[in-house]
């Protein structure tokens, strides 16, 4: 695949800031809950349903701190806090059984961090056990956890295969040592190759890395050997996402001098020249940041449009609803998201006392399905149908959205879409400015309340 073209000029005129759109409405617009509406919240809004669920748990803590991360992470070497906070997930996991009492079967269950494999592999068990237990199963379910190649040596590797997981997702993020440095994250390439291939023969049906684009001390030249060293290796899929650098929110990302950091046109250059590899080496870019071999289901999904997003990435397996625990996690449950409280005192308080740690939620209205619906195709897809939007929501697509159309046209003159009577169609050069071709359609941003400067620049 030829390398894009994008100039100077286009990448000045996007350079701005905007969700990424792993929900929508997205995150920071959806409201605190009350303690009232914390005590009333009930089975009774949210009725049980049949289908499919996918089931996240988040496991915050670490070893140590990650300079680039903007997850919700503990940093801590005591592993005693690790047994508490499990009792806590298999207690608020019977808690949302309880109050309500979802029917669907579990298709896809996934644990993520912070680092998961922080928790003894026993502990992880136990955890897998309590769901299985609460929420039947399929029988072959997809099962993932990250690992912090750091923390897991090949034997825990055919213990947690044992478990039942089938799927690995390795934070690499740089295999070049001074970067490593830079981000506090030493983490040599001979450790990564060896537990590829314990992986590997332990029958792991994918295996993913995790990359980061953007990281002080980064260059093309360093990036491009990071990636040769990836493509040695082969693993099934690559997210290479482009680091979110917050200071204003995220104060130990502050100990980056500016100067450290690639600029935009450096960036860029590091990720189409990574894009161009990967490709040649046979990937499909998915979306806006991912990459899977051509025979992965990933990329059949993605080839036949049956490709799905949620809070876990995008992905083939995703269940009709979500149903997350553990600080800060996500749940998206008949129209409506919650996420749990960001703190672990205020965690446990909620667990311990008997309620549900919701921190914030959201009822999506006809509006907001509508809009999440359009977005989900354009990173999903990479088209919206008007028929199929007519159809779904009984509307008349170019009336419904006609001031985001001309809002759109600019973006068409620039070779980011194509508009016409069907639908709207994002070019191979608009992918990588998906996130401003979405932020057209979400009508909180549009109305700038002041949450605007909490997002990360879109190149």
Not at 10 to 19: I, N, R, V
Not at 87 to 114: S, T, W, Y
Not at 255 to 267: D, H, N, Q, V
């Amino acid at each position: 695949m030829p390398r894009l073209a994008i100039s100077d000029a286009l990448l000045d005129k996007y350079d701005t800031s905007a969700p990424r759109y792993t929900s929508y409405p997205p995150i920071p617009y959806w409201p605190a809950v009350t303690e009232e509406e914390r005590q009333n919240w009930n089975d009774d809004e949210m009725p049980a349903v049949g289908g499919s669920l996918s089931l996240y748990i988040h496991v915050p803590f670490c070893a140590s701190r990650c300079y680039y991360c903007g997850c919700f992470v503990v940093i801590t070497s005591k592993k005693e806090q690790g047994r508490r906070y499990a009792e806590a997930v298999k207690k608020e996991m019977a808690l949302v059984q309880d109050r309500i009492a979802p029917r669907g079967r579990v298709r896809q269950f996934h644990f993520g961090g912070g680092t998961p494999t922080f928790l003894p592999v026993e502990t992880l068990s136990q955890m897998v056990d309590t769901a299985r237990e609460l929420y039947p199963f399929d029988d072959e379910p997809e099962m993932s956890i990250e690992i912090d190649p750091r923390t897991v040596p090949a034997d825990s590797l055919e213990r947690l295969r044992g478990i039942g997981f089938n799927r690995i997702s390795m934070g690499i993020q740089d295999f070049d040592e001074r970067v490593q440095r830079l981000v506090n994250r030493i983490q040599p390439y001979s450790l990564v190759a060896g537990l590829m291939e314990a992986g590997r023969g332990l029958g792991f049906s994918s295996i993913n890395f995790d990359l980061i684009y953007g990281l002080p001390g980064q260059t093309p030249g360093s990036f491009a050997e990071t990636i040769n060293r990836v493509g040695d290796l082969r693993p099934d899929r690559i997210a290479l996402y482009h680091y979110a650098h917050l200071p204003q929110s995220i104060p130990y990302q502050r100990r980056f001098a500016p100067e450290s950091l690639p600029t935009k046109e450096t960036k860029l250059e590091i990720f189409l020249s990574a894009r161009e590899r990967l490709t040649d080496w046979g990937y499909v870019p998915i979306g806006l940041d991912h990459f899977a071999l051509g025979d992965d289901d990933l990329a059949t999904a993605y080839r036949d449009g049956s490709l799905q997003r949620n809070f876990m990435g995008y992905t083939t397996q995703a269940g009709d609803e979500t149903l997350a625990f553990g600080i800060s996690s996500i749940s998206d449950y008949r129209g409506r998201f919650w996420q749990n409280e960001k703190k672990l005192n205020r965690y446990y308080q909620a667990v311990e006392g008997g309620r549900i740690p919701i921190a914030r939620a959201m009822r999506l209205d006809g509006e907001d399905r509508l809009r999440k619906n359009v977005i989900q195709h354009l990173f999903c897809a990479g088209r919206v149908d008007f028929d199929d939007l007519a159809h779904r929501f009984e509307i008349d697509p170019q009336r419904h959205f006609a001031d985001e159309l001309r809002l759109l046209e600019p973006m068409a003159r620039d070779g980011l879409v194509v508009l016409d009577t069907r639908g709207i169609s994002v070019t191979d050069v608009g992918q990588m400015f998906l996130r401003n071709i979405a932020v057209v359609f979400d009508a909180y941003h549009a109305t700038d309340s002041g949450v605007a400067a909490k997002f990360s620049r879109t190149v």
